[in-house]
């Protein structure tokens, strides 16, 4: 029984390793695979040469996987010997040309735009590490755009580069904005400084303080909010309670 080979051209690992031996350094595409998973995996195992004799010994190759016009390519790189070779950054950060979204001309501008170095065409990396400016005049006015070549041939074009920037997920790491403190004299900037004091514990405490100072709609809220939770709720969650209340829902803009 034949099995079904998972990538587009049987592999020739054996001449891959030896094109990334003959430029230490240089990505070489290895294999173009129908499935994400199966290029993933495979990136996986070249580093160790697992299951992957040709990447051996383990170490002397670094690879990934990246999308391209015909499935999912793996890209190989030989690093063993020497000095540490350069990590890929995962983005690109470039000055582009837009003329408007809409008909006719609406004048030109330029957007800051963060995109993958990998090229969506072949997977093969960007020319991400020689972006030069390139400066235009226009409508008496100049401008300062980037420009790149890539390695592997591919031109890309500025209304590409926009909407691949548009698509691109955020970055995992942006951090959340930090609540603003309350103002000391709101109604819950004086339970928060009650409760770092340890003058109240509990959220009836901090309604009591409300009352004491006439936050009669707060406190009558936390009390409330008390007795739907079964008496379960500390003072500090009833600040909480209060600034969720302050602020409006899913506030990025
Ligand atoms: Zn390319």
Known sequence: MKSRSVCRVKPDHAAATAAARAERGRWVLACIYFSSASAKSAAHCVP???????YQPAGAYEAYAAPCDDGTALWVRYVAEEEPVPAMPDGMTVRVRHDGDGPGYSGVGIH???????????????????IRPHRFHHDGAWFTVDRWTNPCGHTDLYEAVLSEARERPLPATTPAEAPAAPAADSPAGLILAAAKARRVHHAKQAAQLLDDRGHHTEAERIRAEI??????????????????HDQPEGGTR
């Open 227 to 244: 007795k739907a939770r079964h008496g379960h709720l500390s003072a500090k969650q009833a600040v909480g309670l209060l600034l969720s």
């Open 112 to 130: 800051t735009v963060t995109i993958s170095t990998r090229c969506p065409r072949c997977g093969g990396p960007r020319g991400y590490d020689a």
């Open 48 to 54: 160790g040469a697992e299951r992957m004799p040709a």
